[in-house]
């Protein structure tokens, strides 16, 4: 019989193993799950973060999982997977694929709550865990995979909202070994918990989408062991009655092979891509244009002097929600071409301290935003793969200083050093972590295949 | 279960343990929806069982002194209704029978986020927040309707729309133009035209103009007409009997009803699929003369002479008859080996809004209901507070009332 497109996935999360890695894919999953460990760890000291977590504590018994960043306090598993969720987007700090999704937020935190919640008995090993990470990773770039518009950055619902979940689910019903079928239940299930509008990124609400995606698709595994059943061909496109599809206007679903044939993980041959500020991945281009004309105009009049400068502009693809001339809070800030440019003109460089209030309102920054002129030439696409950054500065002198970036440090193409993603790590881990602490996760995750009890992360 | 804790609120029906109020509306929105009993409106969704369970449990969450009173709840209640009807009047395509997205998952948890801010009392930003909040919580596909996980989709509707005003109520804040922009709530419609809702001064409840349906048995609400249709259809096949059934004399049943991909079921092997299936609910009433709880058990699903008039029935999709629950119609034509054809047609079946059900038999819904899960004294206590709703100083009678607990300060609370 015809494999349908829904058991195919099914299958695969049910059957593949470790030895179904590749090094390649190992080695970038290791790296991805470190870089969101840090990141959620920096996250706890957000406001949204905190709000999360007044709201969990209401509800905690069974109170066996950790939150990134308090060492003292517990939360039910799927809370504390929202909790820690929320921490990991707060400041759109995390990684970013292609097509476009932030894969690791959405698995990560439910992987490590549920290898908590799991009996002394039985908890999953270093490998057990990389597997389940892995499998949450793949489901969701296969899932992308089935519609064109995944690829270019989004417009009407925010991707890990969609995939995210799906990818949650997958990666828990792993780890917790359900069954073919139940795996198919908890994908079906958690279908009916994805997808959230765009119209909430760059907002305080944003970072709720990864936090919700990793702790539905949680629930949605939890419920699926139960027993609970769903539509067997959620990812099927069946005509006059959608599942998965409601969320794409184009849907070509495939199957996928069996990891018995020579599975191929996406991680493979697509990496992801690190971002080196908290801040929208658009942003990461025109950050190094700007750097790199800041440098040319440092040569040209010894210093920076803003009152040279007639007008500024950014050459940027079309994409609504990070085109913002004036920003007002930090989670604007954190989405716009503009303000992201002129931080990295002012001062030489973006960091966490660019997105403070005191920053986002500074005089000198206001003014420089005043000069700004946006253009989007048509080869300019909205697309993480083939998008760049130039910006322009027009001197009242009549010079014209240009730089432009094609590839950021951090991109796919030209991905962060080992010595970079662990100088983020300990810069980020640091915020509440103390120093040993800090060492003894990034010896962890690098020997992950060798751990005996994964909860101890 | 395993999220209990201090705070808690009832479970409906049950004395021996509570939640969480988060999980109480989830678990009673999921009570509500399970067997496809709840009310239907127009446009199209189950507008109740997303916002009851979540203002019943957070009411009962309000720390000790502060008391919530019967008309404080009705307000929240219908606020929470009219917020889901004037969302589906902002796209055309909700006029019709869903396809892409479940209703009750995209309006009923803006309709609960609303409902529980109004309780709540949140000031006006905070409402505001409380919807955008919710927004990123909304939108289920409709696949999984005919399977255990719909009645999920109410539970959730229910849930995530308090935690929204719980959230908004913390401070947490959402883009302030969800409702306005195609990326918010438009993200659910292929059209989206929204509008501001008219001034407070008399306001127009969309209520006072469209009523909801109310269903006489666990079945999608489609399914109404082909019952009432089929029972006047077997009403006539026996007359002209001698008052019997005459099963082995069938050569075909046709039924004429609007194209619905998710209620066309030939053979539903399980509940779920039984109270989505045209087919099954016309042979069952053709079978018993009438539709019951009963009519969709394992044994009565399964039963041999039902599988045998599935076989021979057949669906027609006429032009004129459109997926709309204000406009649908059914006909049910049974033809005899001897070529007689018996037909009956309807329009709009008792409990349908255009013919609502009487207050006697919407009583006797709720007794037949209930009989098996509360004591008597606690089923009056629940008809007559409803009924004095506006009257009632404290409302968590009616929570008592719930968990089964019998009427002993009936009088005392009511204050009649």
């Given at each position: ?184 239940h908890a994908l079906g299930i958690a279908a009916s918990l994805a997808g959230a509008p765009m119209a909430n990124a760059a907002t305080q609400a944003k970072p709720l989408h990864i ?247 | ?273 039984a109270r989505h299936s045209f087919q099954f609910v016309a042979c069952s009433a053709l079978l018993d003369g009438s539709m019951s709880v009963q009519s969709f058990t394992s044994e ?117």
């Amino acid at each position: 019989p015809e494999e349908t497109v829904t058991s195919s996935f099914a299958s695969f999360i049910h059957a593949v193993r470790p030895e179904h890695l590749s090094k390649t894919v190992r080695h970038r999953s290791k790296r991805m799950i470190l870089d969101s460990i840090g990141v959620g760890l920096v996250g706890s000291t957000t406001h949204v973060f905190d709000i999360a977590l007044q709201y969990c504590r209401l509800y905690s018994s069974v109170a066996v999982s950790s939150v990134y960043g308090k060492p003292g306090i517990k939360l039910s598993p799927t809370l504390a997977a929202f909790t820690n969720g929320v921490a990991t987007h707060s400041m759109d700090f995390d990684d970013t694929w292609h097509p476009a999704t932030h894969p690791s937020g959405a698995v990560l935190p439910a992987l490590l709550a549920a290898s908590q919640m799991l009996p002394p008995g039985a908890k999953p090993n270093g490998m057990d865990f990389l597997l389940a990470f892995n499998v949450g990773l793949e489901v969701q770039g296969r899932l992308m995979h089935f519609s064109t518009e995944a690829h270019n950055i989004p417009k009407r619902f925010h991707p890990p909202s969609v995939v995210g979940t799906m990818g949650s689910a997958a990666a828990t019903a792993k780890l917790l070994s359900l069954s073919t079928a139940q795996c198919a239940h908890a994908l079906g299930i958690a279908a009916s918990l994805a997808g959230a509008p765009m119209a909430n990124a760059a907002t305080q609400a944003k970072p709720l989408h990864i936090g919700n995606a990793t702790r539905l698709g949680f629930e949605a595994a939890l419920l699926a062991a139960r027993g609970m059943e769903a539509n067997p061909l959620i990812l099927d496109d069946i005509a006059g009655c959608s599942g998965f599809s409601a969320f794409y206007s184009i849907y070509q679903p495939k199957p996928l092979s069996t990891p018995s044939d020579r599975h191929e993980f996406l991680l493979e041959k697509q990496d992801i891509a690190f971002k080196r500020f908290p801040a929208h991945l658009g942003m990461h281009w025109v950050v190094d244009a700007a750097l790199s004309v800041r440098n040319l105009f440092l040569n040209y009049a010894g210093s920076f002097s803003p009152s040279l400068i007639r007008t500024i502009v950014l050459k940027i693809p079309v994409s609504k929600y990070i085109n913002r001339p004036f920003p007002s809070s930090e989670h604007q800030a954190r989405h716009s071409f503009q303000f992201n440019a002129c931080t990295a003109l002012l001062d030489g460089e973006v960091g966490l301290g660019s997105f403070t209030e005191s920053s986002i309102h500074r005089q000198e920054l206001r003014e420089l935003l005043d000069k700004v002129v946006v253009e989007h030439p048509e080869d300019n696409v909205a697309n993480f793969d083939k998008m760049y950054g130039e910006v322009a500065l027009l001197l009242h002198s009549g010079d014209v200083l240009t730089g432009k970036c094609d590839t950021f440090y951090g991109h796919w193409r030209k991905p962060l050093s080992k010595e970079s993603l662990l100088k983020k790590f300990r810069s980020n881990a640091s915020h509440v972590l103390p120093e040993e602490k800090i060492e003894t996760i990034i010896t962890m995750v690098d020997n992950l295949e060798n751990l005996s009890d994964s909860s101890q992360l | 279960q395993i999220y209990s804790s201090d705070i808690s609120s009832t479970i409906w029906g049950h004395l021996d343990f509570r939640l969480p109020p988060l999980y109480a509306a989830f678990v009673n929105g999921v009570a509500v929806h399970s067997m496809d009993f709840d009310d239907t409106w127009h446009p199209a969704t189950h507008p109740s069982g997303a916002v009851l369970p979540a203002v019943i449990a957070l009411a009962e969450a309000f720390p000790g002194e502060k008391k919530i009173s019967g008309l404080d709840l009705l307000l929240a209640f219908n606020v929470g209704i009219e917020v889901q009807g004037r969302l589906l009047r902002f796209s055309s395509e909700a006029r019709n029978i869903p396809k892409r997205f479940h209703p009750p998952t995209v309006v009923g948890t803006m309709g609960s986020a609303a409902a529980c801010a109004k309780l709540l009392a949140l000031d006006q930003p905070k409402c505001k927040n409380a919807l955008a909040i919710a927004a990123s919580y909304a939108g289920a596909p409709l696949a999984n309707a005919a399977t255990q996980t719909k009645p999920l989709h109410v539970g959730n509707a229910a849930k995530h729309g308090l935690e929204a005003a719980c959230l908004a109520s913390q401070g947490l804040q959402g883009n302030k133009q969800i409702l306005d922009m195609e990326s918010g709530i438009g993200a659910f419609y292929t059209d989206y035209n929204p509008q501001t809702l008219p001034t407070l001064q008399s306001y127009p409840w969309l209520l006072d103009q469209q009523d909801v349906a109310i269903k006489r048995f666990p079945a999608h609400l489609g399914t109404h007409w082909v019952a009432d249709a089929a029972s006047s259809v077997r009403r006539k096949l026996v007359e002209s009997s001698d008052n019997l059934f005459p099963l082995d004399k069938i050569e075909k049943v046709i039924l004429k009803v609007p194209e619905v991909k998710y209620v066309n079921r030939p053979s539903p092997a399980s509940e779920h699929e039984a109270r989505h299936s045209f087919q099954f609910v016309a042979c069952s009433a053709l079978l018993d003369g009438s539709m019951s709880v009963q009519s969709f058990t394992s044994e009565n699903v399964h039963r041999p002479a039902l599988r045998e008039l599935l076989r021979k029935t057949q669906l027609e999709h006429p032009p004129d008859n459109t997926p709309s629950f204000e406009s649908l119609y059914c006909e049910v034509s049974v033809t005899l080996q001897d070529g007689n054809t018996v037909t009956d047609r309807c329009d709009t079946f008792y409990g349908h809004w255009r013919k609502p059900l009487k207050k006697e038999d919407l009583e006797k819904k709720f007794q037949s209901n209930v009989s098996s899960i509360l004591p008597a004294e606690a089923a009056e206590g629940i008809i007559e507070t409803v009924y004095n709703l506006e009257k009632v100083e404290d409302c968590s009678v009616l929570s008592m009332f719930l968990s089964g607990q019998s009427a002993r300060a009936l009088s005392e609370k009511l204050h009649l």
